[in-house]
C-alpha cells in the first residue's frame, strides 16, 4: 500500500462550526505533514508529526489543532475559521531522516471552503 | 535561510523539449527533489538529486550542480499530459521539513 489517503475530499463550513479532516498511511512512514496550499501557489507546511509527537508548529493560528493518535493517522480539528483560511489541505507522510527519505508521498487533498 | 526561485509559467510545444530551471541558495545541503502537480491533485515525485549529474528516467531528468546551486528538470517528446505545475523542493535546517519554490506552470500546446 503506496497511498495516503484524506477525507472528506470536499468540505463546505460556516464560521462557527467546527470540522475535522482526516489523513491515512499504511507505509510505515513515521513522519507525517499538514499543508495548506491557495490556488497557484506551492504547499505551505503547516505542521509535523515525528513518532506521533508534534516536531514542527509553523505559527499555525490556533483554530487549527493538529492530532496524530496513532503511527497510521493524522487528523486536523478546524474550529470558527475564516474565510481566507480557504484552501486545499495537503497530508503528506515521509520515512523518518533526512536526504532521499524525505520523499515525501502526498494525499489527493481536501479542498476546504469556509463561508 | 532558504530560498529558491523557478519561472513562474512556461509554454512549450506537443512533441518538443522543455527545460524548468531552479535556482535555490540554503544552509547546508541535503538534495534537491522535483514533484508534479496537476490542477487540483496532490503534488507527486519525480526525481531526487544529491550528487551533481544527470539523473534520466524516461523521458524526465533531473540535473544538478552544488557548487551553482542549480538544478533542472528536462522534460522530452512533452505530451498535453505533461501540463502541469512543477515544483522544486529542498528540505530546510531541520530533517522532514521540505522547501517549495514557488513551482513552474507549464502549458503544453499542440
Known amino acids: 500500500d503506496t497511498e495516503v489517503t484524506q477525507t472528506p475530499k470536499h468540505l463546505v463550513m460556516g464560521m462557527t462550526n467546527k470540522k475535522s479532516l482526516k489523513c491515512e498511511q499504511h507505509?510505515?512512514?513515521?513522519?507525517m505533514y499538514w499543508y495548506k496550499q491557495k490556488a497557484k501557489k506551492p504547499p505551505e507546511l503547516m505542521f509535523v508529526y515525528s513518532y506521533e509527537k508534534l516536531s514542527i508548529n509553523e505559527s499555525v493560528p490556533s483554530r487549527f489543532s493538529p492530532e496524530c493518535p496513532n503511527s497510521s493517522l493524522l487528523n486536523l480539528h478546524l474550529h470558527a475559521l475564516q474565510p481566507e483560511d480557504s484552501a486545499l489541505y495537503l497530508c503528506a507522510s515521509s520515512q523518518e531522516g533526512g536526504g532521499a527519505y524525505n520523499e515525501q508521498f502526498f494525499g489527493p487533498g481536501t479542498r476546504l471552503t469556509v463561508l | 535561510g532558504q530560498n529558491i526561485d523557478q519561472p513562474t509559467e512556461m509554454t512549450a510545444t506537443e512533441g518538443a523539449i522543455v527545460q524548468i530551471n531552479c535556482t535555490y541558495q540554503?544552509?547546508?545541503?541535503?538534495?534537491l527533489f522535483w514533484y508534479q502537480q496537476h490542477a487540483g491533485e496532490a503534488p507527486t515525485f519525480l526525481s531526487y538529486?544529491?550528487?551533481?549529474g544527470l539523473e534520466e528516467k524516461g523521458r524526465f531528468s533531473s540535473f544538478l550542480s552544488r557548487s551553482k546551486g542549480y538544478s533542472y528538470l528536462l522534460l522530452k517528446e512533452l505530451q498535453m499530459k505533461d501540463s502541469a505545475s512543477y515544483l522544486c523542493?529542498?528540505?530546510?535546517?531541520?530533517?522532514?521539513?521540505?522547501?517549495f519554490g514557488t513551482g513552474t506552470l507549464l502549458a503544453v500546446q499542440p
Open positions: 538529486n544529491v550528487l551533481d
Open positions: 507505509m510505515g512512514h513515521r513522519a
Open positions: 523542493a529542498v528540505p530546510g535546517g531541520a530533517t522532514n521539513k521540505l522547501i
Open positions: 540554503t544552509s547546508g545541503f541535503n538534495g
